[in-house]
């Protein structure tokens, strides 16, 4: 896990084909992501964010999810 704040900014490069997710932490957020072609969402895989294969202590329980977070599917369906 890494924590990115405007107070010291940083950058994170996830590899193409990689799976990722995040948790926004304040009221208000941006997030800018720059991908290698275009976004196409018929390629694209939710897996559920809080699947326990995945062992990630997530800090909240009951997180606002979008549509398409909600609809995730287990690790070990792909």
């Known amino acids: 896990k890494i924590i990115?704040?405007?107070k010291k900014p940083k950058y994170l490069f996830v590899p193409k084909g990689f799976a990722h997710g995040f948790l926004t932490l304040d009221k208000e957020n941006?997030?800018?992501y720059s991908c290698s072609n275009y976004r196409s969402?018929?390629?694209e895989k939710i897996i559920?964010?809080?699947?326990?294969d995945l062992k990630i202590k997530w800090p909240i329980k009951k997180p606002i999810l979008s549509k398409k977070d909600r609809l995730?599917?287990?690790l070990s369906d792909y």
Not at 48 to 52: I, R
């Open 72 to 74: 995730g599917i287990p």
């Open 48 to 52: 559920k964010w809080n699947d326990k």
């Open 41 to 43: 969402p018929k390629y």
């Open 30 to 32: 941006v997030v800018l």
């Open 4 to 6: 990115l704040s405007e």
